[in-house]
């Protein structure tokens, strides 16, 4: 039996040995139009390939067709191990078009040495050893399962308490405080995880996991376009990255090379308020904005399954249902939407946006834009940790105080960073790749506040006389 796309092992079904890369050459344009499950091509490393017929074994479930049509190398060389590439070349059928921009329409960056990066295959060689010789699957985590049914059961307690058994005063704003953090954990441990296949070998499982953030209102489909695709693909790339991307007039600015306004003077005061809103924006503004324009930032959307369209609606009237309707004959406590925008906001922000993280520059040639830099070793620079020795911040944060190893390896579970990190220092180290890490949470928001306060300032003099 072949060799499985994944580090444990075997692969359920043979893979399919008849087709052989052929000569043809393809447009983006072309590749484009193969965009669904049912017919599902992707870019990767330049050449074409039609991956239809390993649609429905694919061990990382949807995962497979989350960019389809487009360039997924990034997303295919952090997901799978090395042997996986030779397994790969099955299933090429041709090669991109070079021209003026051969990827203008696929949404790419050209990284350094992509594909042949030495600082990275030697780091996803020892790690993989280590999987290998701990003989454990780095995507499942028995605890992780504990862990999910322990945080939804208190979500769903201190729902109860919040809107129909609060009883007195005290005990109803302290289960909306918990109601809040937990929406928050939902978000950063469960469908995190799930979302980036790192949770279960049961695809159904997984999948249904994935939807716990539509249980608390936002949309796992919209969250792997914004998350996966674009901020994993382009971390801290200024007009890539829908993580840090910004219209003009917006309210806050990330990098110098963003349009900068008067009020950006302030936004390290008035941004520690409005991320409160981040859960709430997301939840009825952002998902609807980004379904009628059919994108996200850069990201473009592809067109929704069946199934993804119905989770879509579904979680949205269920949500409004249980959470808006219901609640409002029993009262308000619209308060554990902050909480979750708060926690959501800053345990997100204070990983890239710091003065120790990198922010790319990119180099247009020929129509094609580049870096400089591998794109492992961007992971790296454009990326924080924060309070690693804790077990506590392991576990409330889901992993995102190890946000180095998480973008690096994003289908391990969260709870096998720690493991992982001391290869990882230690290859940074002999790479000469800068490894930062703050000391303790509160050090690197304020790190983040710090950096707001100095981007929104630079080059920019607040005059006094109106």
């Given at each position: 039996m072949a060799p499985r796309l994944g580090f444990e092992g075997q692969c359920p079904v043979p893979l399919d040995d008849t087709i052989a890369c052929t000569g043809t050459i393809f447009t983006p344009e072309e590749v484009l139009s193969h965009?669904?499950?049912?017919?599902?091509?992707?870019?990767i490393h330049g050449k074409v390939y039609d991956v239809t017929s390993?649609?429905?074994?694919?061990?990382?479930?949807?995962?497979?067709y989350v960019n389809a049509g487009k360039d997924s190398t990034q997303l295919?060389?952090?997901y799978h191990p090395l042997h996986v590439g030779k397994l790969l070349e099955r299933y090429c059928i041709g090669s991109l078009k070079l021209g003026e921009n051969p990827y203008a329409d696929v949404g790419s960056v050209r990284y350094k040495n992509s594909g042949g990066e030495d600082f990275y295959l030697t780091l996803k060689s020892r790690v993989e050893n280590y999987f290998r010789m701990m003989k454990v699957n780095p995507r499942v985590h028995l605890h992780m399962f504990m862990k999910s049914i322990l945080l939804l059961a208190i979500y769903m307690m201190s729902y109860l308490f919040t809107f129909y058994w609060g009883g007195s005063f005290v005990l109803s704003i302290l289960s909306t405080v918990l109601l809040g953090f937990m929406v928050a954990e939902i978000g950063i441990c469960i469908q995190h995880d799930a979302n980036h296949g790192a949770y279960s070998n049961s695809k159904a499982v997984g999948y249904l996991m994935s939807t716990s953030l539509d249980l608390v209102g936002a949309s796992s489909f919209m969250w792997r376009q914004q998350h996966v695709v674009g901020h994993h693909s382009f971390t801290n790339v200024d007009g890539y990255d829908p993580d840090i991307r910004v219209s003009d007039p917006?309210?806050?600015?990330?990098?110098?090379?963003?349009?900068?306004?008067?009020?950006?003077?302030?936004?390290?005061w008035y941004l520690a308020l409005l991320y409160g809103l981040l859960a709430f924006k997301s939840i009825f503004m952002d998902d609807f904005v980004a379904l009628k324009s059919r994108s996200i930032g850069p990201i473009k959307l592809p067109k929704m399954t069946s199934l993804e369209s119905c989770i879509f609606w579904g979680g949205k009237l269920f949500y409004?249902?249980?959470?808006?309707?219901?609640?409002?004959?029993?009262?308000?406590h619209s308060g554990f939407q902050l909480l979750a925008g708060w926690t959501l906001a800053?345990?997100?922000?204070?990983?890239?946006?710091?003065?120790?993280?990198?922010?790319?520059?990119?180099?247009?040639?020929?129509?094609?834009?580049k870096v400089s830099e591998g794109w492992a070793e961007l992971q790296v620079r454009t990326t924080n940790n924060f309070s690693t020795d804790s077990l506590f911040w392991l576990h409330v944060s889901g992993g995102l105080n190890f946000q180095i190893e998480h973008h690096l390896f994003p289908g391990l579970c969260h709870l096998y960073y720690?493991?992982?990190?001391?290869?990882?220092?230690?290859?940074?180290?002999?790479?000469?790749?800068?490894?930062?890490s703050f000391p303790t949470f509160w050090s690197a928001l304020r790190?983040?506040?710090?950096?707001?306060?100095?981007i929104g300032r630079t080059e920019f003099k607040l005059r006094l006389d109106g």
């Open positions: 965009n669904t499950p049912e017919d599902c091509w992707l870019i390993w649609v429905p074994h694919h061990p990382g479930g949807s995962l497979i295919f060389d952090s917006d309210l806050r600015r990330v990098t110098k090379d963003q349009p900068r306004r008067k009020y950006h003077y302030f936004q390290h409004a249902l249980y959470m808006l309707v219901l609640p409002h004959c029993f009262g308000c800053f345990m997100f922000q204070v990983a890239h946006v710091v003065e120790k993280a990198d922010f790319p520059v990119l180099e247009k040639k020929d129509g094609i834009s720690p493991n992982i990190q001391p290869i990882v220092k230690e290859t940074c180290k002999e790479f000469n790749v800068p490894y930062n790190a983040h506040f710090d950096y707001l306060k100095i």
